[in-house]
């Protein structure tokens, strides 16, 4: 029993220390680079639509490979994009390549997402594209990513783990004098004395 009692403790504990530590990443690295996290090479961006579905659903985390000049000319139809949307500033979009019109530094992307009945209005230029969607993806993590990325969401992410574990610590050290007997050490150092 005391041996289960102490692998739980051990596994809450390195929970607990993870959680700060990913935390910390997600706060350091997005107001570093002033944009979105990265894993692996890989940004990871938050769904707020329902476009893609059910590919890819409303709330959920995406990782999206960033896309030099190279890459692409290497798009096909069919292909799933991340870009700055051409009608509304300061919005990001997940959607799917439909045709490519032009060549070279003309070329524009007309896209759709999954669950639209419509292409997008306005075909999308080269320089807009952010990424491509890299098969990644993780159902509902992006409500905890954008809690996390907010003010209240960096304070509790660091604030609570580390409550939680300096809280188990006193109780585990709490226990431990509480088990802990002063006279039973006296008496063992007066019989040697003796």
């Given at each position: 029993?005391?041996?289960?009692?102490?692998?739980?403790?051990?596994?809450?504990?390195?929970?607990?220390?993870?959680?700060?530590?990913?935390?910390?990443?997600?706060?350091?690295?997005?107001?570093?680079t002033g944009s979105q996290p990265s894993v692996m090479g890989n940004q990871l961006m938050l769904v707020l639509s329902g476009s893609m579905e059910p590919k890819i659903k409303t709330g959920s985390v995406v990782g999206v490979k960033p896309l030099d000049d190279k890459k692409k000319l290497t798009l096909e139809k069919g292909d799933i994009i991340t870009f700055y949307s051409p009608i509304k500033a300061n919005?990001?979009?997940?959607?799917?390549?439909?045709?490519?019109?032009?060549?070279?530094?003309?070329?524009?992307?007309?896209?759709?997402?999954?669950?639209?009945k419509t292409e997008d209005p306005i075909a999308v230029p080269a320089q807009?594209?952010?990424?491509?969607y890299a098969n990644i993806h993780v159902p509902y993590a992006g409500y905890i990513l954008g809690f996390l990325q907010s003010k209240k969401g960096i304070a509790l992410s660091l604030i609570l783990?580390?409550?939680i574990l300096i809280i188990?610590?006193?109780?585990?050290?709490?226990?431990?004098?509480?088990?802990?007997?002063p006279s039973k050490?006296?008496?063992s150092t007066n019989d040697q004395s003796i």
């Amino acid at each position: 029993m005391k041996i289960a009692l102490k692998i739980v403790s051990s596994l809450i504990s390195f929970v607990l220390v993870l959680l700060l530590i990913i935390s910390l990443y997600i706060m350091v690295s997005s107001r570093i680079t002033g944009s979105q996290p990265s894993v692996m090479g890989n940004q990871l961006m938050l769904v707020l639509s329902g476009s893609m579905e059910p590919k890819i659903k409303t709330g959920s985390v995406v990782g999206v490979k960033p896309l030099d000049d190279k890459k692409k000319l290497t798009l096909e139809k069919g292909d799933i994009i991340t870009f700055y949307s051409p009608i509304k500033a300061n919005t990001i979009v997940t959607h799917r390549i439909k045709e490519i019109k032009g060549q070279g530094n003309q070329i524009e992307y007309i896209t759709q997402g999954d669950n639209n009945k419509t292409e997008d209005p306005i075909a999308v230029p080269a320089q807009s594209l952010i990424g491509k969607y890299a098969n990644i993806h993780v159902p509902y993590a992006g409500y905890i990513l954008g809690f996390l990325q907010s003010k209240k969401g960096i304070a509790l992410s660091l604030i609570l783990p580390g409550l939680i574990l300096i809280i188990y610590n006193l109780i585990s050290l709490w226990k431990i004098f509480k088990q802990w007997d002063p006279s039973k050490k006296v008496a063992s150092t007066n019989d040697q004395s003796i």
